[in-house]
């Protein structure tokens, strides 16, 4: 069993920046693409972004493309997200997820363990 944790999330003004934190724990050697999901209130669980075990390959929706960035630490079992100019739009609650394949995906339905969501408020 793998166990994720989010962290980071709050409230900010649109065009502020935050930086979402995902630690990992129990069976980290069974961790490898990692992603990030948001679900807003009413509506479908979202692919935001997504990165494979390496770091060497990221995938971003279409609609946080050039404002997000997704990373990770695997020494320390983290991913991140760096959330820059935020819009109202962007308020939702986001998760972090892993999966065993090592190739990012961004299908929610390919991914096995999800941590609990951290909300984020972007207030116009």
């Known amino acids: 069993q793998v166990q994720l944790a989010e962290s980071g999330g709050g409230l900010v003004q649109a065009g502020g920046s935050l930086r979402l934190s995902c630690g990992a724990s129990?069976?980290?050697?069974?961790?490898?693409?990692m992603g990030w999901f948001r679900q807003a209130p009413g509506k479908d669980r979202e692919f935001v972004a997504s990165?494979?075990?390496?770091?060497?390959?990221?995938y971003y929706a279409d609609s946080v493309k050039g404002r997000f960035t997704i990373s990770r630490d695997n020494v320390k079992n983290m991913v991140f997200l760096q959330m820059s100019s935020l819009k109202p739009e962007d308020t939702a609650v986001y998760y972090c997820?892993?999966?065993?394949?090592?190739?990012?995906?961004?299908?929610?339905?390919?991914?096995?363990?999800w941590g609990q969501g951290t909300p984020v408020t972007v207030s116009s």
């Open positions: 997820a892993s999966r065993a394949n090592v190739v990012a995906g961004r299908l929610p339905s390919e991914y096995a363990y």
């Open positions: 990165i494979s075990w390496s770091g060497a390959s990221t």
């Open positions: 129990g069976r980290t050697s069974s961790i490898g693409a």
